[in-house]
């Protein structure tokens, strides 16, 4: 048998991510490929350190996007600022929390974990007194939203207490990014990484991260090399910084980061408080729908995040059998619930390209037709 070319069926992502890409986005992809080294793309490159220090609004000079996903986003924190015997404070109220904790042992540092239901953001009050007890913490790591859950955390009051105690702070925003109110420097947050295919609805595998200066410093006062070659970033400054200039470390996804450029001069057209509202818009759509529907959310209104609208699945239905319904019916996907939630809820995502109208109405029509039947 002759295999053939793999076309996919349009679908409309509302799940947990990826999220729907624009065709504006998806035609960028399509141009033709340059040479990583190419004059013409290390000023694209340059352009998109501009355009990611406004997503995360900061004016750190290391800006980047790691040739990988989210999760490689979050190893290069932790394998860069942690050295053997460093003390970190992880808080855990998710799976991605708990990813943390794993990261911070296997870099060979001593997790002190703060746990908070899921659902809960995490505990200000409870870091706070983490650090009383351990006045010898280094880093205090926290996701700012989690995507498992659908609760956002309160990353500004957290880098405010890390400066207070003089410690740096690792912070996972790879679904916040883009789709609420995230302001890096104002904030004081120090080594904060991404993902590309959330809310700023490029296609998966590229991982926004900027370190400040103090993480920086950090890093360059190592005393031990970091044992990942390819997420070394004091390797990777060399590519990514100088003005046009560049070293070869690795081979760029050249299509790819045409793709993130095109996602992120979306959202500097859109304008960041504006893309902001516009999640929180249709979230409120969504959820007076979904509430007239009966469905109950999973997290407290307070700390809800617009972008990930977790529910509890109604009594008496097979969720695996609806959400096959939504794919094969509808072409819609919704996610499954993550760890604690599996099984017992839904997480309806409404990220970036997908934050519109017709997603809206189309998830409450299929899921009131779908759940009738
Ligand atoms: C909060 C959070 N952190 C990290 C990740 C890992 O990102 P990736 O799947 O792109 O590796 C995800 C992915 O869903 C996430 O939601």
């Known amino acids: 048998m002759t295999i053939q070319s793999f076309i996919p069926p349009r679908r409309t992502l509302m799940g947990p991510g990826p999220s729907d890409i624009s065709p504006q986005v998806l035609q960028a992809l399509s141009r033709p490929t340059v040479g990583h080294l190419d004059p013409l793309f290390v000023g694209m490159m340059d352009e998109l350190k501009q355009l990611l220090k406004y997503a995360f609004q900061t004016e750190n000079e290391f800006t980047i996007a790691v040739s990988a996903p989210g999760s490689a986003g979050m190893e290069a924190c932790f394998v860069n600022l942690i050295e053997a015997g460093d003390k970190v404070i992880v808080c855990r109220n998710g799976v991605f929390g708990e990813r943390m904790r794993e990261n911070v042992i296997r870099a060979g540092g001593e997790a002190v974990v703060v746990d908070d239901e899921w659902g809960t953001p995490v505990s200000v009050d409870k870091v706070a007194q983490a650090l009383q007890d351990n006045p010898d913490t280094k880093i205090i790591a926290f996701v700012h939203a989690e995507t498992s859950t659908g609760a956002v955390s309160d990353a500004q009051a957290l880098g405010a207490l890390a400066k207070q105690y003089n410690a740096l702070t690792i912070v996972d925003t790879v679904t916040s990014l883009g789709g609420v109110p995230l302001k890096v420097d104002e904030w004081q947050l120090d080594a904060v990484y991404s993902g ?57 996804p050249v299509n790819s980061l045409y793709a993130l ?38 997290v407290e209104e307070a700390y809800r995040l617009p972008q990930l609208n977790a529910v509890y699945v109604p009594a008496g239905i097979d969720e695996a059998k609806v959400r096959n319904h939504l794919l094969e019916t509808y072409n819609l996907e919704i996610g499954a619930g993550l760890g604690a939630l599996a099984g017992k809820a839904w997480r309806i995502g409404l ?23």
Request: proline fraction near 3%; glycine fraction near 8%; charge should be neutral.
């Open 196 to 252: 590309s295919q959330k809310c700023l609805s490029c296609t998966p595998g590229l991982a926004p991260l900027t370190f400040s200066p103090q993480a920086i410093e950090k890093i360059q006062s190592r005393t031990t090399p970091v044992q990942s070659w390819f997420l070394d970033q004091s390797l990777v400054l060399g590519y990514w910084s100088g003005e046009g200039k560049r070293s070869y470390h690795h081979t760029a």
């Open 351 to 373: 990220m970036g390209y997908g934050a519109r109208e017709e997603n809206v109405a189309l998830c409450l029509r299929a899921l009131e037709e779908s759940l009738t039947q």
């Open 261 to 298: 450029h095109e996602s992120l001069v979306m959202l500097q057209n859109e304008g960041l408080e504006n893309a902001w509202l516009r999640h929180q818009a249709m979230h409120e759509k969504l959820k007076t729908g979904l509430e007239k529907l009966g469905f109950t959310f999973v």
